[in-house]
């Protein structure tokens, strides 16, 4: 028994006979006929020195040998195929994928894109909502736009300003609470998103920041903050928005926010890329319109009172 590796072909055909249990659909998913694939896997068996299938009437099942090499040829195939994706994306310098929370990207994301694209018609652009954690070493992602504290070890993290909540309302139910008092007789809408926030910058925080001990009663929750918002322009009440989330809404007076107090918390948004990849020209480019995005709209809130949640 030799104790050469195999050749990768013989591996190859392997490695797909033991996924499918079939040497037919095996042959297939390489594109060879079932002849050609038989014959691969029976010289890595002479190789080996013994038989990693056995053959019965309609089917194969895994030997002992074959068993002990399955997952291994199974992690070994999908390892070269992670280096060699992530060996092309090292010479493409026009594809950019984003990955970002799907409430940034219905609120704040996808409204603005279109001066990104304007601005960069070489970089094709693909934006994944999502808030599943990624490996941007293995996964076909570029940059990671994740809100939170941060555990961003061996990753260029930049964040992005101060993240605040204040209420919103549409204009009609503002004619209704027209005051801090007043809200404490509206139908009030939560956020559950931000339930992880430490200290908590809910609706008790907030009224604590106009100067009321006020726990508030049964509302509408919702799991996601983009749907809050979406509810609070509807009408259905009046939510705590996070910045970003209700920047549009604002603008477009579609809600107010009135009140001019807001509740900080410590939690930001963070731009992550790999520290190998932050100088390629599509990353470096989608960075600085990112942060310059948000500078565009700072000034707006320069009125208003930011009360850190931690001193409540």
Known sequence: MSSNL???????????????????????????????????????????GAPLFRRLNRAVELTEAGTALAPGADEGFRALAAAWQQARRVLDTTSLTVTAGPALTAKWLAPRLYEFARSHPEIDLRLSAGLRRV??????????????Y???????????????????????????????DSLRNAPLI???????????????????????????????????????????????????????????????????APFKVAIETDARFRFLCLPSTKDRPQIKAFREWFFAEIEKTAHMWDDFDIIPAKDL
């Open 6 to 48: 195999p050749p990768l072909t013989a591996l190859r055909a392997f490695d797909a006979a033991a996924r499918h249990m079939s040497f037919a659909k095996a042959a297939d998913e390489l594109n060879v006929t079932p002849a050609a694939l038989s014959f691969q896997i029976k010289s890595l068996e002479e190789h080996l």
């Open 135 to 148: 490996d941007l070493r293995r996964d076909s992602v570029d940059v990671a736009i994740r809100f939170g």
């Open 150 to 180: 941060g555990d961003d070890e061996g990753l260029v993290s930049q964040e992005a300003r101060a993240e605040w909540l204040t209420p919103v309302m549409t204009p009609e139910l503002f004619a209704q609470y027209p005051t801090p």
């Open 190 to 256: 939560y956020d559950d998103s931000i339930s992880f926030l430490t200290p908590p910058c809910d609706w008790p925080t907030w009224f604590r920041a106009v100067g009321w001990e006020f726990t508030p009663g049964p509302g509408t929750h919702f799991s996601n903050a983009d749907h809050a918002i979406d509810a609070a322009c509807a009408g259905l009440g009046v939510a705590l928005g996070r910045r970003p989330m209700i920047i549009k809404d604002v603008q477009e007076g579609r809600l107010v």
